[in-house]
């Protein structure tokens, strides 16, 4: 069988294990493998892909814009753990989770507009079919990702009600 060169090989090991960084869970703001590298390994990964098509230059800023948040949320993990206040850890988790999401799912977007239409380009409308259930794998793995990641979270705002006893402000009276 022969190998199809008409557009630039993706799936390197690299890309492979920024797709397993990425895919790990994160505990509050805990990741046991970062995700910073699993960004970069992704990032190097589109390279050639995106000397093709303009979008998967675009996925490729936004991997790597994701990928100095991801190393802010590193460089802060240490303080934020051993905060003593509860809610800042759920904070942190949403703050980060929503932002990683949003640039999570605007890159995986850019890269199958990208990939898309780099096929479309070629003439094989059956793999088209292919790429919009891949676009939407992806939508839901990072929104199911951004949700494990505050629920677990949100037992402080439980914790916090419990020692806050608001009746007796004055406002009530």
Known sequence: MAKNKSL???FSPLAAVGIIFLANPVFGVVDILPDVLGCLCLWLALTEL???ESRIETARSRLLLLAGIE???LVLTPTLYK???SSDTLAASAFFGVIEGLLLILAFGSFYEGLAYSVSRKGDGESLKIFDGAKALCFVFVVLRVLMNIIPECAALFELAAHTDI????LFY
Do not use: C, L
Request: net charge neutral.
């Open 50 to 52: 995106s000397y093709t």
């Open 8 to 10: 630039p090989f993706f």
């Open 167 to 170: 009746t007796n402000a004055e």
């Open 83 to 85: 905060s003593v206040v």
């Open 71 to 73: 190393g802010i949320k």
